[in-house]
Nanobody, 118 residues
């Protein structure tokens, strides 16, 4: 059974930092492209950051580029999202995603709430 479990969401003041973690089990982690998405109230889910299976390639949404960093530890089956200089517009539920497009495999975590407010 595949599981993705996010953690690290919290209430933080503008300008603050958080580190999200997503621990996976039940899949061959190193074979998957890992992503973080977010969904704010009343808005569609949007892609925040992507990291390739080896960690060599990353991509970011324009809105977070330069502030967020995605990384992975294949030995720990875990992907991270370091979020710095947080803004109120970063408030959302953040979701972890694991994907192997060639095999049409796509898994999601349950989400973790990030709230940026003074």
């Amino acid at each position: 059974q595949v599981q993705l479990v996010e953690s690290g969401g919290d209430l933080v003041q503008p300008g603050g930092s958080l580190r999200l973690s997503c621990v996976t089990s039940g899949l061959t982690f190193w074979q998957y492209t890992m992503s973080w998405y977010r969904q704010a109230p009343g808005k569609e889910r949007e892609l925040v950051a992507v990291i390739g299976s080896t960690g060599a390639t990353t991509n970011y949404a324009d809105s977070v580029n330069g502030r967020f960093t995605i990384s992975r530890d294949n030995a720990k089956n875990t992907v991270y999202l370091q979020m710095n200089s947080l803004k109120p517009e970063d408030t959302a539920v953040y979701y972890c995603n694991a994907r192997r497009r060639l095999y049409n495999l796509d898994y999601w975590g349950q989400g973790t709430q990030v709230t940026v407010s003074s």
